[in-house]
Every structure is written in C-alpha cells, then in structure tokens.
C-alpha cells in the first residue's frame, strides 16, 4: 500500500460501493451555493491571521457529494442495501433517530462508513460526511470550503435538500485523522469571523440571503491531526516503531511512484498545501494561538500515535485558554486503533466515549475540562492534567515549525516514466 500511487489509493478508499448491514445510507447532492460569502470569508481569515508571504490556489465554489448514515435496526451484517430512492432511505434514517444529534463527520484519508454508522447508533441521531475535494489534486483551501457549505447547508438547506434547518446547538463537528483538522480550521474561520465583525453570532451571504455563522454545539475527534506536515514535533519519529502509520507521509520519498496527481504541477513539498502555508492558523492548529471562544471539544487519541504530540499541544492551549477539553488517552494505542482493531476492549470503550461525548454537548451540559488515560490491560482509568500534558511551550513548537518549514522541499517524484505505472 504504501508504494501505490495517489490516485489509485484515493479511488481504493473512497465508499462507492454498496452499503450492508445495520446502517441506512443516503447518498445526496449539496448545490453549489454560488450566491454566497463562504469562499470570501475563509479567504479573509487567511489573509488576516498570515502574514502575507503565504501562497495558495484560490478554488471554485462547486456541487459538495455527501451521504448522511443512521442506524438500521433488526438486519443483519450482511443485508443489502435496499433498492430504494435516496430520499426514502433518508425518510427511514431520520424515522429510526431517537436523538437531535447531527454530526457532520470528517472523515481522514479513508471514508468511514463503519464509524459514522457506530456513532449515529451509539448517539440515537445521524451523520452527515460530505465527499469533500481531496489534495493533492484540489490543494488547501478546496476541502475547507466544501466542509463549511457542508455545515451551511445544514444549517441553511437549499430548497432540493433532504433535510429541514438544523440548528447549530445541535450539531457537533466530528472527525479522525486529517478530518479533525479540517473542523478546527473551520473553528478559525468563524472565530476570526467574530472577532471581525465584533459579535458573536457573525453574518454572511448565503445562498442569497443573510445567515448567522453560528458555532456548533461542540467537536469530537478520534486520532486527531492537527499537523499537516505531520512530522513537525517529537513523537513523530519516537513513536515509529509502536504505531501504524508509515515513517514519512506517503509520496513524500523520491521512490514513491508518480501519477497524474502527485507530484503536483508545479510541484510542492506538501499534498494539501504550499509549504508557505504549513503552519497557517487556518490550516495546522499547532500553528494557531487564539481559541477563546472554541466550543467545547473531545479528544481520543493513543498514547503511541506519531501525531500525539500534536494533539497534546492544542488540546493544552485550548484549556489553558479557559475552554473545555475532554482528553480521552489510551495507553499504547495506535493511530485510529478503534477502526483497525474494533475488537479491541479499549475500541469498543471509545466509541461509547466518543457517543457520549456528542450528547452531551447536543443536551448543553454544562462541560468542564478533564482528562484521563486508559490503561492498555485492565482499561481502568487514571486522572491526568489537561492543562500539563506536554513539555512544549508555544516558543519551542514555533522554533520546530520554522525549522521544518525551511527543510521542505519541493517533491519531483523519481524517474519511473508514468506509462509504467
């Protein structure tokens, strides 16, 4: 796998094929929202919150692929899809939810089916995971913007939508991996948003008329990434030999084989990015300061990921800042070990975390931070210090961020000619 090419490891983890099992899936289309200010005001925060050395592509705004997933109850794991209308599975999904949560699910590299079903039985409610444009091909901001008209048209549906208005108190942002940072770079955006127009509850055009960009009730990230380099901080290369992710991010090595997406054209160091924007606010949370204002957050993460550092990092900032963090560690943990390994006692332990943790923030219990780690053997919990989880200080990440920044290189991809691919 890790010699495959981009696009045909894009095409073998995309969900095009057929949905079995316990879950009802309705494939739908999100219209381009031509008359609108989603682009403008993910472009105004780049530019506010940079520091105009940054280069990037400015996208399209286009038609957004989504399928929303809910729980299928009394079918067995190898029951078809029916052959039915989408919007009569949607009908069926929504008559089976017995809670308000909506979850706009971002999902990592790979689609999850699997987890979005867990978490729409788990919670009573249903998700909603747009097929956003994938890098390296649609390069930042591309999914970024397909994610926000994802969480406007759930907000604002469009008139040939499946779903009526959903308020924002009752959806939570949800993700893994890459997914996770790409809803924090919308908690940027509408930070800056506020802090711009001085309220909090910002306006933009939206499909012709004035909406209010109002928070989600809370986010909830598995195996979160919030480095888009990946191997800026410490545990990237100490904890190589305990996780599953590979040495370096794939096609990043001279011999990795080219395609007709990678090495982009002209070329870059990064897939999602140019490397001026690496560690951009709205692009990398290790590179973001200000969260006043974050809505309450959960976060599950190994304590042998190569990404933990991370995780740690912002999760410390954003409770330093006096916002709530849920820190849910487990010991000797992989990267997105409930989806690898979902037999796995401290699997199954996650995702009813994970669930909860969307309820709660839906039901606006009140959140206070609090952080624990689960033991790999006995899975018993012990107390840990949100607020003390790393011994990186902002000086020291941003002294390994301006380091890696200036060893990046642009990638050429090897000599193998791409008719012999």
């Not at 913007?145 to 604002?156: E, H, I, K, P």
């Not at 040495?247 to 070329?267: A, I, M, Q």
């Not at 001026?276 to 290790?286: A, E, K, Q, R, T």
């Amino acid at each position: 796998m890790l010699g495959t090419p981009v696009a045909t490891l894009q095409r073998e983890m995309s969900e095009a094929r057929q949905a079995r099992g316990p879950c009802w899936v309705s494939r739908v289309v999100l219209p381009a929202p031509h008359d609108s200010d989603a682009l403008n005001i993910i472009l105004d925060a780049v530019r506010s919150l940079g520091n105009s050395s940054e280069d990037y592509k400015v996208p399209t705004i286009e038609n957004v692929h989504a399928q929303w997933t809910g729980y299928r109850a009394g079918v067995g794991h190898d029951e078809p899809e029916p052959d039915i209308a989408e919007s009569e599975k949607f009908d069926k999904l929504q008559a089976e939810a017995t809670s308000p949560v909506n979850i706009l699910y971002l999902h990592g590299p790979a689609v999850r089916r699997a987890t979005t079903s867990k978490l729409a039985q788990l919670t009573g409610g249903r998700c909603l995971s747009p097929q956003f444009r994938l890098a390296p091909q649609n390069p930042f901001p591309a999914a970024l913007l397909d994610c926000l008209v994802a969480y406007l048209t759930l907000l604002y549906p469009s008139e040939a939508s499946l779903n009526g208005p959903v308020p924002a108190h009752q959806v939570v942002l949800a993700g893994d991996s890459s997914g996770a940072g790409l809803a924090m770079s919308i908690i940027q955006v509408i930070l800056h948003a506020r802090k711009q127009q001085g309220t909090m509850a910002p306006m933009l055009l939206f499909r012709g008329r004035k909406v209010a960009l109002h928070m989600p009730a809370g986010l909830a990230f598995q195996s979160p990434s919030f480095d888009v380099q990946l191997n800026t901080l410490p545990s990237w290369p100490t904890n190589y030999e305990y996780d599953i992710v590979p040495l370096d991010p794939p096609g990043y090595d001279s011999d990795f084989p080219t395609d007709e997406v990678w090495p982009s054209d002209p070329p870059r160091g990064n897939y999602y990015c140019e490397t001026s924007m690496l560690y951009h606010p709205v692009v990398s949370g290790i590179g973001a300061r200000d969260w006043r204002g974050c809505p309450p957050i959960y976060l599950a993460i190994g304590s042998k990921e190569r990404i933990v550092d991370a995780a740690k990092f912002v999760a410390q900032n954003v409770a330093k800042q006096g916002m709530a963090v849920l820190w849910d560690e487990y010991e000797l943990m992989p990267h997105n070990w409930p989806m690898a390994f979902p037999n796995h006692p401290n699997s199954e332990k996650c995702y009813h975390s994970w669930a909860k943790a969307c309820l709660r923030f839906v039901d606006s219990s009140d959140t206070q931070t609090c952080g624990t780690i689960t033991t790999f053997e006995t899975s018993q919990e012990r107390h840990i210090e949100v607020t003390k989880l790393t011994h990186l200080s902002t000086a020291d990440v941003a002294r390994l961020m301006k380091s890696k920044e200036s060893s990046v290189q642009p990638f050429t991809g090897n000599s193998v000619p791409k008719s012999h691919l």
